[in-house]
């Protein structure tokens, strides 16, 4: 049996993450061990930094995620950033407040998920910080990424004219998370990829790289906090409003339409990628990816706001529910 305990010390911990990472990494001068890191900055590209928390309680509880998802969970989000830029990730730094009550078997289990996940996306962990808290557990990664100097996307390049395009199909980690709480049996081939969907979402670094690289994308972000927010976000940042298709909105394929398209719309955690493109380069969207569907949903307009065209012809408003930590602190 493993050890329930944490490691013996601080020191026995450094020592077994850096086991775990490549000793020799191209534009990385010196790694875990020292006071900080040094890495080469590539000439001609600029730097991409992003930060996120991962929070017990909040973005994950003991009972429902397995520490292995916690740990993908907890990179994937912030691979997500950079791929929301065009970019590629680099570099990760890992600081984890461990709850007093958490055992070493939690903390191999979560590092075994993030670093599977980083080695897939050529991201060495070069750092961080490690305590141990009376309190919940707390994680706070930053990734350093890089794009070549001036290909970097942004949320503010949408136009009015421009189409808008969505990867994937959007709701099927909050269908998973839905089933994660009933504690309902997995048995249909769309549970099963619901549920990995919101336990191991995979970022979709190569096909930002795609759109700035091809200078298609006019604007580009990820899909985090739900279509109704993030959308309204790109075109905040814009100046610009928005009309969706109601029915080309890219739902779980389930028996409920309505129930669908309010997954597809607020569910948030799909780490999909949402971007603007003019008319003249829509024909140069592909209809896949690899083996993900790129899928145009509506288009951008001159005045502000956000709308759905329903398939009987009505235009409704669309507001938004997705997930706001604000938003909900305050109506606590």
Partial sequence: MRDKSLFKSEADFITWIRRRTPRRVAGLTLGIGDDAALVAV?????????????????????????????????????????????????????????????????????????????????????????????????????????????????????????WIFVSGRLGMAALGLRLLRSRSRIRKPVERVALRAHLFPQPQCALGRFLSAHRLASALMDVSDGLSIDLPRLCDASGVGASLLANRVPTPPIPDAEDALRLALHGGEDYQLLFTVSAANAAKIPRHFGRIPLHCIGGIRASRGINMVTPDGKTLPVEAHGYDHFARACHH
């Fill in 42 to 162: 590539t000439p001609g590209r600029e730097l991409i930094l992003t930060t996120d928390m991962s929070i017990e309680g909040v973005h994950f509880t003991s009972t429902l995620h397995p520490p292995q998802a916690v740990g993908h969970r907890a990179l994937a989000r912030s691979l997500s950033d950079i791929a929301a830029m065009g970019g590629t990730p680099r570099y990760a730094l890992i600081s984890l407040a461990a709850s007093r009550s958490t055992g070493r078997a939690w903390l191999e289990g979560f590092f075994d998920g993030l670093f599977v996940l980083a080695r897939r996306f050529a991201t060495v962990v070069i750092g961080g910080d490690t305590a141990v808290v009376n309190g919940p557990t707390t994680v706070d990664v930053i990734v350093a990424g890089e794009v070549p100097r001036g290909r970097a996307l942004r949320r503010s390049g949408a136009k009015p004219g421009d």
